[in-house]
């Protein structure tokens, strides 16, 4: 299987806003819209800040924010901080074979 | 608070078995899907697969033929078994919670920190 598109990397200046999409097919998102967001910083494990397209996991602040059309989803980081800069990997459950596929991972540099 | 705590050995030699075990402590492995996600030093995530606490499993299309999952709720623990290892499957290999109950697209929201396994001869 293939893994979900990604940028590589994304940028912006502290308080700026910067968007990472997420593109696949529709095989890979399925009926439902079961695509979640990681955060990972360098040698820690991931971190879970966006699922269900929008939902954010309680602690997770609302600068973070996600959204899906068509076969494209996007998390949005707004007001961005230094401890934004990291890595983060879209992910969806392929209904179709029953497997988890990630995105190919865009890492965010708060400039 | 639920921990998730992977062990195993860091260096196997190819053609072999590598075999983790993720312990589970802070919770009950009931009712949870349990996953495997590895990563390559320097690149991105990959799902291996993912065992139910009843013992049902998926596997990675890219890996089913080589990849057996197992639990054991008595132990509260899962455990993976990849077999004829290459130097591709040196990794970090975290094992992960689903985050909600019977959910098979659950995403994950708890997570080892992660153990290293080299395929060295």
């Known amino acids: 299987q293939s893994a979900l598109t990604q940028p590589p990397s994304a940028s912006g200046s502290p308080g700026q806003s910067v968007t990472i999409s997420c593109t696949g097919t529709?095989?890979?998102?399925?009926?439902?819209?079961?695509v979640s967001w990681y955060q990972q910083h360098p040698g820690k494990a991931p971190k879970l800040m966006i699922y269900?397209?929008?939902k954010r996991p309680s602690g997770v602040p609302d600068r973070f924010s996600g959204s899906k059309s068509g076969n494209t989803a996007s998390l949005t980081v707004s007001g961005l901080q230094a401890e934004d800069e990291a890595d983060y990997y879209c992910?969806?459950?392929?209904?179709?074979?029953?497997?988890?596929?990630f995105g190919t991972g865009t890492k965010v540099t708060v400039l | 608070q639920v921990q998730l705590q992977e062990s195993g050995p860091g260096l196997v030699k190819p053609s072999e078995t590598l075999s983790l075990t993720c312990t589970v402590s802070?919770?009950?492995?009931?009712?949870?899907?349990w996953s495997w996600i590895r990563q390559p030093p320097g690149k991105g995530l990959e799902w291996i697969g993912h065992?139910?606490?009843?013992?049902?499993?998926n596997y990675s299309p890219s890996l089913k033929g080589r990849v057996s999952m197992s639990v054991d709720t008595s132990k509260n623990h899962f455990s993976l078994d990849l077999s004829s290892v290459t130097a591709a499957d040196t990794a970090v290999y975290y094992c992960?919670?689903?985050?909600?109950?019977?959910?098979?697209?659950?995403?994950?929201?708890?997570w080892g920190q992660g153990t290293l396994v080299t395929v060295s001869s």
């Open positions: 992910s969806s459950y392929a209904d179709s074979n029953n497997f988890y596929v």
């Open positions: 065992v139910y606490y009843s013992g049902t499993t």
């Open positions: 992960a919670k689903g985050r909600t109950y019977y959910d098979i697209r659950a995403p994950f929201d708890y």
């Open positions: 529709s095989s890979d998102f399925g009926a439902y819209n079961s």
């Open positions: 269900e397209v929008f």
């Open positions: 802070g919770g009950s492995i009931s009712s949870y899907y």
